[in-house]
DNA sequence: CAAAGTGTGATTGACGTATATCATTTCTAG
DNA sequence: CTAGAAATGATATACGTCAATCACACTTTG
């Protein structure tokens, strides 16, 4: 009926309480023969070690290490706002998250902050990650070392991380492109896209799901070709004052990237009737306040704090060696103005906004 | 550095071990002076008492219940499975979670189960509620028990239950009208509405949310009184044939309730490219399906399993003392036919499909 | 004044695991 | 065959808490 103890499993396999525990801690010292005693036992009894008990034995505490991206991006403040607002809550389950920033996206940032966090004592690390093979070397190292590496938001080369916890961004660009296409009503019209920059892989993700769901579904939707605005609010702002400025029958308009203070100043000059279908990516302050007076018309947000949450959950069963908890895959949600949140945190944006 | 001790406190208070776990364990016989002296103490510390020690101490284990309605719903059947699906993964932090069957949506059948499940030993119970004071005196019979009591996807009446963990209703209506009406495009429309049945609180907030978006923002868009479908597919699809049939100039459809099975059979015959545009909620086998090959275009998802894992969540901490985890609103998910899950979640429902 | 009750201290054995020490047995090489 | 290494057993302590017990001093009460 109860859950069988190290003991029980000791004894069922005819060896001693001290050979078991040389088995499932790899303690090495100890025979082929009785290992494979200990693990059949361990099987046949369905043995699961008390982690709580192991735990507290060993006065563990979990030590997490987040690594996102420096400077003033609203996206990630989210994130390490709500790490911030967990750490006590964390706490009580020996659980320490420090967030560590990583300059710039670029990989030598990347690759040097990887490298300094070894012999750190971290036993999880969360990386905002980028597709290089660069980071063999430095990851590798973590890895050997006991540290377990997982994908935030953007992922890693998959062969050297445990798990990605982010969205899927091409089944975002085809939301984005569904939601675009029907928001014109059968009529015919013209998209504008905005982009940060083609070497980011979650916006090429994008895009190409865009892409993917307006030529095949919505023939009679026009694409301009995508521009690129380095996430720059003020580039984004004078971007999206040309193209619909030149009257160039812009119906829609899709901020694939960062920077929509530029696309809502640009919108909020418009005669909000006529003005174009706005898709933009991310819930800030700038973006919610833009939903609710009506200068934007979608928000896809990825909710961070889901992320985070999924990622601290993930990182624990990993470091306790089981599996994660089944879950389902992350959806972005859809935000339109009237299914906007009501809740701390959003209140702790608003004291942020306009910055 | 560390965290302090029962025994820290103790010691700092000048009382013995002993007095010191009467008065955080309650356990009486302690001089007034003696007790306010401890509780200094632990606040001066920041004494936390180190729950996985308890448990591991008075071998708890957390015993949860979720009355659920009874009956061949879909919804609820997702919810089931995922809880059993969990079940393996609590088992290792001691919480055994117990769907129990509801007969019915009525009054009775839920009070007769509350009032069932007193003396079980239960330490916690998700309920899916109903606005009804008849429920007042088997809950708090429960609560006199140290049962903690929440409600689930339906809210019980706010001063018998510790938290409510459910979508906003009315959010969600207001969300479907604003996707309904930019479906539009801005030329107009009628809109046909199908709901379970006006008791259905959830029903009403919908319809209520509904209605505010599309005549506040959307004033070329005329809606039909809704129509009763008590959740029959055979109701539902009767229904939208006799509406779409007679050519009355529907352009979009929006099933509040259930029986979905019935909407999709019906558009299933239509013209993909003339058909109105049709929403409604909660993802299914059949729903999903529906998306999938165009027959509907919008499906409004409450998201069972996180409702489930954050119920769970929430549950654990009452039932410990201590404050639920800060989390966001929970948000409906809103699913096209291009974001659709690739999960097991998914591939699990195929399984039951057409049925 | 004895009996009963109250407030307190002191101590102890669980709970299931980690970790360490030391003694013993068994294997392997020379 | 034997020294030394490798494998194993036996045992103890600690982690922080719970729950129980015994002992004592000090009221209250009949």
């Known amino acids: 009926m109860k859950n069988p103890t190290l003991s029980d499993v000791a004894q069922s396999a005819g060896v001693s309480y001290a050979t078991a525990d040389r088995v499932i801690n790899k ?16 099987v046949a009894l369905g043995y699961v070690r008390n982690v709580a008990a192991a735990n507290l034995s060993r006065k563990r505490i979990y030590r997490l290490a987040f690594l996102l991206p420096n400077g003033p991006n609203a996206f990630y403040d989210r994130i ?13 389950d020996q659980i320490s998250a420090t967030a560590i ?4 996206f670029a990989v030598g940032g990347l690759k040097s902050c990887l490298s ?8 999880g690390v969360a990386v905002v990650g980028l597709q290089s093979t660069e980071l063999e070397a430095p990851i590798e190292r973590l890895v050997e070392q006991g540290v377990h590496i997982i994908g935030l938001v953007s992922d890693l080369p998959k062969h050297l991380r ?18 675009v296409g029907v928001s014109h009503g059968g009529q015919s019209g013209r998209i504008h896209i905005l982009a940060g920059s083609t070497e980011a892989h979650d916006h090429a993700d994008r895009l190409a799901g865009f892409y993917e769901v307006i030529h ?29 400025d030149k009257s ?13 203070a530029g696309l809502i100043d640009a919108m909020a000059q418009l005669d909000q009737a006529h003005r ?10 700038d973006t919610c306040h833009a939903l609710q007076h009506g200068h934007i018309d979608l928000v896809i947000d990825q909710g961070p704090d889901v992320e985070v949450n999924r990622a601290l959950s993930v990182l624990k069963a990993l470091i306790d060696g089981r599996s994660p908890p089944p879950a389902p895959d992350l959806v972005p949600t859809i935000y339109v103005r009237d299914n906007l949140p009501t809740d701390p945190t959003l209140a702790m944006m608003k004291d942020t906004s306009h910055d």
Chains 1, 2 share one sequence.
Do not use: W
């Open 27 to 42: 303690r090495g010292n100890v025979a082929e023969k009785s290992t494979r005693k200990v693990r059949d036992a361990m």
């Open 80 to 92: 390490r706002s709500h790490l911030h607002g967990l750490s006590d809550h964390l706490a009580k």
């Open 101 to 104: 920033g990583v300059d710039a």
């Open 116 to 123: 300094a966090i070894a012999d750190q004592g971290f036993d």
């Open 162 to 179: 445990s798990a990605y916890i982010g969205i899927d961004n091409v089944a975002a660009g085809r939301t984005a492109a569904r939601l």
């Open 216 to 244: 095949r579904d919505f023939p009679n939707l026009a694409v301009n070709v995508p521009v690129m605005t380095c996430d720059d609010p003020n580039v984004v702002k004078a971007e999206v004052e040309q193209a619909v």
């Open 248 to 260: 160039s029958g812009i119906t829609a308009l899709y901020n694939i990237g960062a920077g929509n």
């Open 276 to 285: 174009p279908f706005c898709v933009a990516h991310e819930l800030m302050p």
